[in-house]
């Protein structure tokens, strides 16, 4: 079963912000990322990067923002 929660973005240098993952998630040494509007993390570092920005671009942004609109749409009537 996965996590939700909600986190902080701490400052962590002059560059760059962090964000504090939930003691419960197992992580590796490293985690990979592909992050625009949105930031999928794999934590584990098992999935390479490029491969993690193409799924949340070609297959989850979109099917995302349409959820949202689809959402908007049926508040406001």
């Known amino acids: 079963m ?3 929660d909600k986190r902080k973005i701490h400052r962590a240098g002059e560059f760059s912000k962090s964000v504090v993952l939930p003691a419960g998630l197992r992580t590796g040494t490293y985690a990979t990322m ?5 930031v ?6 098992e999935i390479p990067a490029d491969a993690l920005l193409d799924l949340m671009e070609k297959h989850l942004e979109p099917v995302i923002w349409q ?5 908007s ?3 406001t009537e």
């Open 2 to 4: 996965g996590i939700t």
């Open 34 to 38: 592909a992050a625009d509007r949105l």
């Open 40 to 45: 999928l993390i794999d934590p584990r570092g």
């Open 67 to 71: 959820l949202l609109a689809t959402r």
């Open 73 to 75: 749409q049926t508040i």
